[in-house]
């Protein structure tokens, strides 16, 4: 390996250490550490979610009791239920089949020191690239192995639906969302609600993919503002003083659905998710050389610091934005938020909240941003790169050697953070392989 990996070490180990060892992270001091059915029970009875069930009691003519059982079911539907013993015997399952699968998982030394100086003091967002499924079983054992707070992360509701893997992932700290439910005031409300109170009074960070979805062509995709505009809302209104979003590359020598995204790109439909189609995918790519994976931690950066001096978030608490249910469930909108007047006019509550979106925008780039610029450049997709520009002329080893050693020197100009080479850092070195 060569002198740039020193910083680096195995994310893990796969060992019966990690079934037995004390598991003692830094966590955020100022939560209050709330259990998961604690903080079900948080968010079912906060005061937005009582006013939206009272809301639509009042519409439908139905019972308080009927539509307060109606949030409780979609709360139990999305819920987590994060639990260090059921999650100890999955963490090692993962990390022997991840030492199956690749060759290596390593991760930056200097961001897991940063990750754990920041735990105490402000709530962490954790926001990995995602090229593959794999991106949600490197992280939380991980996290587990250097006593990290163990993220909740946010799962599209397919894999709950799979068959035991469901209730694992759930077990192990997923919390699921639908696909889409833009229209739908009542779920996006609870849903909302339960971020909101993840970044009070949890003493586990947030994981969700800021992309949204897979990037099946390795290049990365435009961010998704909904997740992360819940995250900032509590920091907007002054319900947390600050936080600290934390992106990750997640960089795959060969991603283990190379294949399907191939037929993706191509045009063929995406498989539905299933257990079924997971082992016997499973099953395919052990049988392959996946190479290797490695995970940067890149800088976190707190919002407080970055935006504060930006923004007005006394104004919030002059003019609290309160939803007018009644008025929405009437209307059926539910993108719009009423905010209460005051004396003070309104163009200024408006333009704070135009702010606030420009601010969420532009922390989404940014995540996406340093996410791309600290992903490993591996050989294999230079020479891949140097033989599609040759395509229908032969190209001997010695000139490809070269072509290859010039393109890492470009890439490094250009700003790459690493092209790895190992042996092929000489230039007389054999690799063709």
Not at 284 to 300: A, E, F, S
Not at 317 to 329: D, K, T
């Amino acid at each position: 390996m060569s002198e740039q990996y020193s910083p680096y070490l195995l994310a893990y180990k796969p060992n019966l250490f990690l079934l037995l060892r004390s598991y003692k992270p830094s966590r955020y001091a100022h939560s209050h550490q709330l259990t998961a059915d604690q903080l079900l029970l948080s968010v079912l009875t906060s005061p937005r979610v009582q006013r939206l069930i009272l809301a639509i009691a009042a519409k439908e003519e139905v019972s308080v009791d009927e539509v307060t059982k109606a949030a409780r079911e979609v709360l139990t539907d999305i819920s987590h239920k994060l639990s260090i013993p059921f999650a100890r015997p999955v963490v090692y399952a993962v990390t022997k089949l991840g030492a199956h699968l690749f060759d290596s998982i390593t991760v930056n030394v200097e961001g897991l020191e940063k990750w754990k100086a920041l735990a105490e003091n402000v709530p962490l967002v954790f926001t990995p690239s995602h090229r593959s499924y794999a991106d949600f079983l490197l992280l939380s054992p991980f996290c587990f192995a250097h006593d990290v707070p163990v993220p909740l992360v946010v799962a599209g509701e397919d894999f709950k639906n799979m068959t035991f893997l469901g209730k694992w992932l759930r077990y192990c700290g997923a919390f699921y969302m639908q696909r889409s439910f833009t229209k739908d005031l009542f779920y996006k409300t609870i849903f909302s609600e339960y971020v909101h109170m993840i970044m009070e009074d949890s003493a586990n960070p947030v994981e969700f993919f800021i992309e949204g979805t897979r990037s099946r062509s390795g290049k990365a995709l435009h961010p998704k503002m909904g997740i992360i505009g819940y995250v900032f809302d509590q920091f907007f209104r002054g319900l947390i003083s600050d936080f600290a979003l934390c992106p990750i590359s997640i960089s795959y020598e060969r991603p283990l659905e190379e294949d399907s995204h191939v037929l993706s790109m191509l045009g063929v439909g995406k498989p539905k998710e299933a257990s079924t189609s997971m082992i016997r995918g499973i099953h395919n790519v052990l049988k392959k050389q996946n190479g290797r994976v490695h995970m940067h931690i890149v800088d976190p950066f707190c919002v407080h610091e970055a935006y504060s001096r930006r923004l007005k978030r006394m104004l919030h608490s002059q003019y609290p934005r309160v939803e007018n249910f009644a008025q929405m469930l009437a209307e059926g909108a539910s993108k719009s938020i009423p905010v209460a007047r005051g004396s003070r006019p309104e163009s200024a509550m408006e333009e704070e909240l135009r702010l606030e979106r420009d601010i969420v925008r532009e922390s989404s780039y940014k995540v996406v941003g340093l996410q791309q610029q600290y992903m490993l450049v591996y050989p294999r997709y230079m020479v891949a790169s140097i033989l599609l520009q040759t395509v229908g002329r032969l190209v001997t080893l010695a000139q490809l050697t070269r072509d290859v050693l010039w393109l890492k020197r470009y890439l490094l100009l250009l700003g790459a953070h690493d092209v790895v080479l190992d042996a092929c850092d000489e230039p007389n070195a054999d690799c063709g392989q």
